[in-house]
């Protein structure tokens, strides 16, 4: 079956370090998405990718970083420069006409 | 720029009665417009679009969607909710056609359908 898959399901960090969330999709879709979701606020995009190697950032791109090596993969590492990185994390894929985005089951993010 | 606003934060209904979740955008240019459904701890999962053409759409779940360009609007109905439609609910927007175009999301209507 083709899909988008993002691991861990749940994570936990100590506050000062560094964590790389997986997001893979077998869609063959060009463009990749991650987005944060917080109570109340909807998605807000974090980066974007609309082909390998290359990458933009969204609205709230401060504190994380991405790479775009492989078309399936599209890694997301929360440095510990975010301030508030507690979080349902979310990826998602369009093809290139970007009708509809595919989303990920999420990765539930929380700073100890 | 393009925003959506979803006006209900929380929309409780019996179940088997009908409901209307509301969504108002802006936009400059033509629209794509989306309502996603989001089960707890889950992603999102695509109930229906509108690209172009008829402005009544349907989608899965027996839920449909009526794009009103002159009060730009995009509101999501069912004549007959079930517990199982116990979930949140998202409008999105995007610029219509031409490659990628940013998707914005409203901040999401929760249904709660009571027995």
């Known amino acids: 079956d083709g899909g988008i898959t993002q691991s861990p399901k749940y994570l936990f960090r100590k506050e000062g370090q560094n964590v790389t969330l997986s997001c893979e999709q077998n869609l063959n879709h060009d463009a990749m998405y991650w987005y944060r979701q917080d109570p109340g606020q909807g998605l807000r995009l974090i980066y974007y990718?609309?082909?390998?190697?290359?990458?933009q950032k969204g609205d709230i791109a401060e504190g994380y970083s991405v790479s775009r090596e492989k078309k399936e993969s599209f890694p997301l590492t929360v440095t510990s420069a975010q301030k508030n990185p507690t979080a349902f994390y979310l990826c998602?894929?369009?093809?290139?006409?970007?009708?509809?985005?595919?989303f990920g089951p999420g990765t539930r993010l929380t700073v100890l | 720029a393009q925003s959506v606003t979803q006006l209900d934060s929380q929309v409780p209904v019996f179940e088997e009665a009908p409901v209307e979740l509301r969504c108002n955008y802006s936009s400059s240019v033509s629209v794509y417009l989306f309502w996603y459904v989001q089960y707890p701890n889950q992603g999102l999962q695509l109930l229906l679009k509108?690209?172009?053409?008829?402005?009544l759409v349907k989608g899965i779940n027996g839920f449909e969607a009526e794009f009103n360009k002159s009060q730009t609007s995009f509101h999501l109905r069912k004549p007959s909710v079930h517990i199982s439609d116990t979930a949140e609910y998202f409008c999105a927007v995007s610029d219509g056609p031409g490659g990628y175009q940013k998707v914005t999301f409203g901040t999401g209507t929760k249904l709660q359908v009571i027995p």
């Open positions: 509108y690209l172009s053409g008829s402005t």
């Open positions: 990718s609309q082909i390998v190697n290359d990458f």
């Open positions: 998602a894929s369009s093809d290139r006409d970007g009708n509809e985005q595919f």
